[in-house]
């Protein structure tokens, strides 16, 4: 049980999303993306702090990203049905302030990043010829969240009239739940796939400090009528911790809890 679940979760990104070093800020998206240049706030602490420079007065600044996000998971048999993920839009806040303290500007984010998918599962006194022909999915997984809170300090100064240099470290708590079927019988003595031998798996875990840093420059020529920026951000991966909760999926006979599971490198590092 604990190496049938421990496999679970080291492949359960397999329905979460990707995790970006550096998430879109309210502004950018408002801008069609083309924050990099034109976020000196907020947004600026999060994917190139250079850009800070600009003024060096104390803001405070609050936003919201609304995301909805659907997909479909295409049927893996002729006659089976696609798998539809539909859930409610997911909210993600960011606070952030900056201000002048010498020659520097001093900038402090705060995000909070959620996503996952929800597909339709089988029910536990369903014919075992709908489940396997409505259901081919539940092996890849069922439903599987992400969250990820992330706090960042940043710091920019000018160097010269025309040039901008700032960096940011980040630290993130990432949080990944999941459910999905395994497969528990015996190859060559039962079909492959059978869903009296599914076993129900719900697994969550957390790593707690995920380090991160971004590095930024701005240039605004003083000659030309256009302004640059330049950042490469980066986040480590994460290595989750925690438990999975193992029970057949036809009847409630058996319930196991295996705790202390690792899986490393979970949520793949990241550079943007």
Do not use: C, K
């Not at 421990?6 to 995790?19: G, K, N, Q, T």
């Not at 303290?101 to 014919?127: F, K, N, Y």
């Not at 160097?159 to 079927?181: K, N």
Request: charge should be negative; proline fraction near 6%.
């Amino acid at each position: 049980m604990r190496t049938v679940a421990l496999v679970a979760l080291l492949v359960s990104v397999a329905v979460a999303p990707a995790a970006a070093a550096a998430p879109p800020a309210a502004r950018s998206v408002g801008r069609a993306g083309a924050g990099l240049v034109s976020d000196d706030g907020l947004g600026a602490v999060l994917t190139n702090p250079a850009a800070m420079a600009r003024r060096d007065g104390w803001r405070a600044q609050a936003g919201v990203l609304v995301v909805d996000d659907d997909a479909t998971i295409a049927a893996d048999r002729a006659d089976g049905a696609d798998g539809v993920a539909r859930g409610a839009p997911t909210l993600a806040p960011m606070l952030g302030a900056q201000f002048g303290l010498g020659p520097l500007v001093l900038g402090l984010a705060w995000h909070t990043e959620r996503g996952g998918r929800t597909l339709p599962a089988p029910q536990a006194d369903q014919p075992e010829d709908d489940v396997a022909r409505l259901f081919g999915y539940r092996y890849g997984g069922i439903s599987a969240g992400l969250r990820r809170d992330t706090l960042a300090v940043a710091a920019a100064a000018r160097v010269g009239d025309w040039l901008a240099l700032g960096v940011s470290a980040t630290a993130a708590r990432v949080e990944l739940t999941e459910r999905r079927r395994l497969w528990a019988g015996f190859a060559g003595r039962e079909p492959v796939g059978a869903p009296a031998r599914d076993v129900a798996a719900a697994l969550a875990g957390t790593d707690t400090l995920v380090p991160g840093a971004t590095f930024g420059a701005f240039i605004a020529p003083a000659t030309l009528p256009v302004e640059l920026a330049a950042a490469v951000g980066w986040a480590n991966a994460a290595t989750v911790r925690g438990t999975a909760q193992l029970a057949p999926a036809r009847t409630d006979e058996l319930t196991v809890e295996v705790t202390d599971i690792t899986a490393d490198r979970i949520v793949p590092s990241a550079t943007t």
